[in-house]
Each structure stands twice: as structure tokens, then as C-alpha cells.
């Protein structure tokens, strides 16, 4: 104990156990999950070079849509990596996902630099799966393991750590010009090798904690947002300047070194700095003898009859010996659709089977697909509405800056709306729904720079979203299988993805351009890409996904009116209560 004072044990002593309590405290653990999530978003680099993989491989737009909707089955179906964390640790999940993502994305980047043989396309679907689905599991390993530290806090805690996967598109975009200039190729090998070594350098110091709440948590967190803030600030500056000069690679570097400034030094030191408070408290606890003073209050159990002991009632013999397992496995199903009060832990189970779920399911296959298609498209509406590569690039990091401020945005404002005015979570869901609506409006009756408003309200829109849902997730059903529960509420994304990107827009797209084709008196010959120009090409499709939105947003009323009376009422009292339940045991054991 010695070692912990300041003028105990020495120098080396007291500097051993300050780097202790920063290698094994709450906030490098925060700090660490947040440069995990910055890599995590690869999927939305896809805009980046998926002209390079439609035109090196000879697709037409479905083929390419096709591409696209298994890169979003594998970013959105992590239901494996939900299962997996609940029987292993946080940092065997986050290296799962690093062997996968190096694999997946390496393997597509030998067939577009035609370094093996041209692969089938469901090769093809099934490398980008692979490498996509390593966003889930940082999603699980990362995020989740937050969000269970730091329960009375998740919204921001979420919008946080879902800001920086809006965040990475723009990052990585950063980053590649500085690495590779504009080698979208190279790209590729980007994606696959950088996060998957951010995720092993930072795996081990991501885990699940008893962390006590600190009377100033939410002020740090708000510490963390300024800075992404600043980060995301700085990114959009970067985009303006690019899209109106033109960089050399040293140029691209030094706004490279900036990024990683922002992103790694300046959070560091604050997680740094709030550690060495909390070690400060505990040495000024120890100085002062409350420690000695709380362990000799303890009460003394020894000598106490066993009879006055809580749960000390004798148990029924036959009870002890009867087996459960048939018991308990016959009540797991019989109680399916008969869940506890909202905000109790649910079983997994349970959980799928409600009604709540089920709104939140197509909530997200409407909106989140609707949304997702637009961002799969990006480069192939740029283009069709001619557009130059230059501000088809400023499109994609406008979305992922965007993406960003609405996960941010929309977890902080609902946490603060939610606590002051109990303004429930799902009404902000309607609200984001109908604003992507304008979005996707925007996009099919296109006018002159049209498209830079619609990327703004897209991807603020998408990114805010995500937010609300999985806080809707955790508050609802309880934090107890969130891993798992968390990767179901993103399954339904796929389901409208295919729907909206594949049937719709894909179809309507390569039937566009064969028209214009056979108006020109041409064909399309073998392995050729598939192209159309004009606002037609988008049009139809965006009018059915603005339709399909607004469904979702009447449906998602009925949870609002379903939920009001559970956000009316003081949904983290037990969290509390935990807390201080832990405090108190914590002083009685002296640790």
C-alpha cells in the first residue's frame, strides 16, 4: 500500500503504480475503443473504388449493387461476433475481426490488381462480406464493452463511438492520399492492412470493468466530443480546400499528420490526465485513513447465528436433488412472449418476439436501406449526373463527416432531451426519418449541386439513426445480451439494402442505360461496364425509397405511442442503485 503514497515506497514505486492505474483505468480503455471505431467504418470507402472494381472486372450496376449489398450484409449481420462475445473476452472478438478484415480485403485487392485469376462474382460477394463483417466485430468488442462500463451515460457513449465509425470514411480518405496519392487500387490494401493492426495494437486494453461512476464522467465525455468535433471540423475544412486546389502527396501528408494529431495525441493526453485524478483520489483516500476507517466499521459475520444471515432459510431436500435442466429449458420458451418490464434484461428471446422489436426491425429496413443505397451510389450518381471524380470524392467524405455529426448529434441532443424533458428516443427517430426523406427527394429531382445538400442530409441522417436505434436497444431490453441484440437490430439493414439497391435501383439503372444504348444504335459488348447518364437513371428509384422511408416513420409512431410511459418514468434509477451498491461493498472489502 506503501507504493500508492506519494511519498511512500519511493519514486520508481509511485511511478510503477501511476502507469498501473493509466494501463488498467476506465478512460485508456475509452481512449483505445475510440482509435479502434476511427478504422472501423471501411465499408464506407466503398464510394472510393468501386468504379476501379466496376471497370477492371467489366461490371454492369447490378452486378456492382450486388457487390455492394453483401459488403452491407457483412457490416450489418454480426450476429456471429454478438454470439462470440458473450463466451470470450472483449480482445479475442476484436482479433477475430482483424484476421477477417486483412483477408477479405486483401483478397479483392489481388483480383483488381489482377495479381490472381479473374474470381467468380460470388467470390467477389464473398470477400467483401468477409472483410465488411470486421466492423462488427469491432462494433461488439468495442462499442458494447462501453456501453456496459458506462450504462447511466450510453447515449453519448454511443454517439461517441458511432461518430468516429462516421468519422473513419473521412480518415481513410486522408490517410490513402497520403499513402498512395490517388491510387484507388492501393486503396483497397489500405482498408484491409490498417485496421486490422489498430485493432490488434489497441485489443488489449479492452475489456469489461467495474467501473464506478465518476461524479464528473459525463464532463469527459463532453471533453472527447470537443475534440471529435474539432477532428470532424477540421476534415470538412480539408474537404472545401481539396475540392477547390490540388494537392501534392507531401501536401496530403501533412494534413495526414494533422488528422493523427487530432485523432491519437490529443485525446491520449486527456484520458492520461483523468487517470492520473483518479489515482490522486485513491492516494488521498489511503492518506487520510478512510480506507482503515471503513474497514473497521465492517460488521463481523463470525460469531452472528447463521439464522440471522440473510438467506439462511433451510432449503427443501428434494428441491437440491431435483434436476432443472428440463425445467429451465421449458420455461426458456414459455416465457418468450412473456417479457418483463421495459428496461429489464430480456432474454434474447424474448427480445426478438416483441412488438417493440419488430417496429424497430422495419424502422431500420427502410430507413437505413433507403439511406445505405444512397451511399452505395454515390459515385455512380456523381457520375451519371456529371460530375468529376474530384467532387465525387468531396461526396464520400461529406457523407462520412456528416455520418459522424449525426451519430454525435443525435445521441448527445436525445440524451439531453431525454433527461431534462423525458423526450423519448423514438420520436427522434420519426424525425430523422422524415428528414431523410428530403434527402432521398433531392437526389431523384435533382438541380444544379443537388447532390452536395442530399450527401449532407443522407448521411446525417443515416448516422444519427444508428444512434438512436441501439440506445433504443440497450434502454428497452436491458444491457445483459446487448452484444447479441445489438448485432440482431442491425440485421434488418441488409433485408431492405437488397430490396431498394439491388431490385430497384440496380434494375432501374441498367435498364436506363440499354435504353440509351439502343437509342445511340449501340450494344454492350462483353465485359464492358454498364453506363447511363442523366437524372432518369436515379430518378424512379429515389422517389420508391423516399415512399419506403416515410413508411417507416408512420410505423415508428406506434413505438413512440408504445414506449411514452417508459421514458416518462426514471429509466437509470437501477443503474444507479447498482452503483451504489457496488460503492458500498468496494469500502467494505477495502479495495
Known amino acids: 500500500m506503501d507504493a500508492l503514497r506519494p511519498n511512500g515506497g519511493g519514486g520508481l514505486s509511485n511511478k510503477r503504480s501511476f502507469l498501473l492505474q493509466v494501463f488498467y483505468g476506465p478512460w485508456l480503455m475509452v481512449f483505445s475503443s475510440f482509435v479502434i471505431m476511427s478504422t472501423a467504418g471501411t465499408p464506407y470507402a466503398f464510394g472510393l473504388y468501386s468504379n476501379v472494381v466496376k471497370s477492371v472486372l467489366g461490371y454492369d450496376q447490378t452486378t456492382l449493387n450486388l457487390i455492394s449489398f453483401f459488403k452491407d450484409v457483412g457490416t450489418n449481420v454480426g450476429v456471429p461476433s454478438g454470439f462470440l462475445a458473450e463466451v470470450t473476452p472483449p480482445w479475442f472478438v476484436l482479433s477475430t475481426g482483424a484476421f477477417i478484415n486483412l483477408f477479405g480485403y ?59 465509425v462516421g468519422l473513419s470514411g473521412a480518415i481513410l480518405t486522408q490517410l490513402y492520399h497520403a499513402f498512395y496519392y490517388n ?57 472545401v480546400i481539396e475540392q477547390k486546389v490540388a494537392f501534392t502527396q507531401s501536401e496530403y501528408g501533412v494534413s495526414a499528420t494533422a488528422v493523427l494529431f487530432l485523432l491519437l495525441i490529443v485525446p491520449l493526453a486527456v484520458a492520461v490526465r483523468e487517470e492520473y485524478k483518479l489515482w490522486k483520489s485513491k492516494i488521498s483516500a489511503l492518506d487520510d485513513g478512510s480506507q482503515l476507517k471503513v474497514i473497521a466499521e465492517k460488521p463481523n459475520t463470525e ?38 418490464e421495459r428496461g429489464e434484461d430480456y432474454s434474447i428471446l424474448q427480445a426478438l418476439f416483441s412488438i417493440d422489436m419488430l417496429i424497430l426491425f422495419f424502422t431500420v429496413i427502410t430507413g437505413v436501406g433507403g439511406s445505405l443505397t444512397a451511399i452505395d451510389n454515390l459515385a455512380q450518381m456523381g457520375l451519371s449526373l456529371g460530375y468529376s471524380s474530384k467532387s465525387i470524392s468531396t461526396f464520400v467524405s461529406l457523407v462520412s463527416v ?74 428497452i431490453f436491458g444491457l445483459k445480451y446487448y452484444a447479441t441484440l445489438y448485432n440482431f437490430g442491425s440485421v434488418a439493414s441488409p433485408i431492405g439494402l437488397y430490396v431498394l ?8 439503372y441498367d435498364k436506363k442505360a440499354k435504353e440509351q444504348l439502343a437509342a445511340l444504335g449501340l450494344t454492350r459488348k462483353p465485359g464492358e461496364s454498364l453506363n447511363c ?47 451504489k451498491t457496488a460503492e458500498r461493498e468496494m469500502a467494505l472489502t477495502g479495495h
Open 106 to 164: 486483401v483478397m479483392i485487392w489481388l483480383a483488381v490488381t489482377q495479381r490472381m485469376a479473374k474470381p467468380h462474382v460470388w467470390m467477389m460477394c464473398l470477400y467483401i462480406c468477409l472483410g465488411a463483417n470486421s466492423t462488427a466485430f469491432a462494433n461488439t468488442g468495442a462499442m458494447v464493452t462501453c456501453v456496459k462500463n458506462f450504462p447511466e451515460s450510453r447515449g453519448v457513449v454511443l454517439g461517441l463511438l458511432k461518430g468516429y
Open 183 to 239: 491510387d484507388s487500387k492501393s486503396l483497397i490494401l489500405l482498408v484491409g492492412w490498417l485496421p486490422a493492426a489498430i485493432n490488434l495494437a489497441f485489443a488489449p486494453a479492452i475489456r469489461i470493468m467495474n467501473v464506478r461512476r465518476q461524479p464528473n464522467e459525463l464532463q469527459v465525455f463532453y471533453k472527447f466530443l470537443y475534440i471529435t468535433l474539432g477532428l470532424a471540423g477540421f476534415l470538412l475544412i480539408m474537404i
Open 303 to 340: 460469531n452472528i447465528s447463521p439464522s440471522l444471515l440473510p438467506h439462511a432459510s433451510p432449503v427443501p431436500t428434494n428441491l437440491l436433488l431435483e434436476p432443472s435442466t428440463e425445467k429451465q429449458a421449458a420455461s426458456c420458451w414459455k416465457n418468450v412472449l412473456k417479457p418483463p
Open 402 to 475: 456528416w455520418n459522424y455529426l449525426g451519430r454525435v448529434m443525435a445521441g448527445l441532443v436525445s440524451e439531453i432531451l431525454l433527461k431534462k424533458y423525458k423526450f423519448p428516443r423514438p420520436l427522434m427517430l420519426t424525425l430523422i426519418l422524415l428528414l431523410l426523406c428530403v434527402g432521398h427527394l433531392l437526389v431523384a429531382f435533382h438541380r444544379p449541386g443537388g447532390l452536395y445538400v442530399a450527401s449532407v442530409i443522407i448521411g446525417f441522417g443515416f448516422g444519427a439513426q444508428w444512434s438512436i436505434v441501439f440506445t433504443t436497444i440497450s434502454e
Open 501 to 508: 439497391n439491388v431490385s430497384v435501383t440496380g434494375h432501374q
Open 533 to 579: 447518364t442523366g437524372v432518369e437513371c436515379f430518378r424512379l428509384s429515389f422517389i420508391v425509397i423516399a415512399a419506403v422511408t416515410f413508411a417507416g416513420a408512420l410505423v415508428s409512431v406506434i413505438l413512440v405511442i408504445r414506449t411514452m410511459k417508459f421514458y416518462k418514468s426514471d429509466i437509470y434509477r437501477k443503474f444507479r442503485e447498482e452503483s
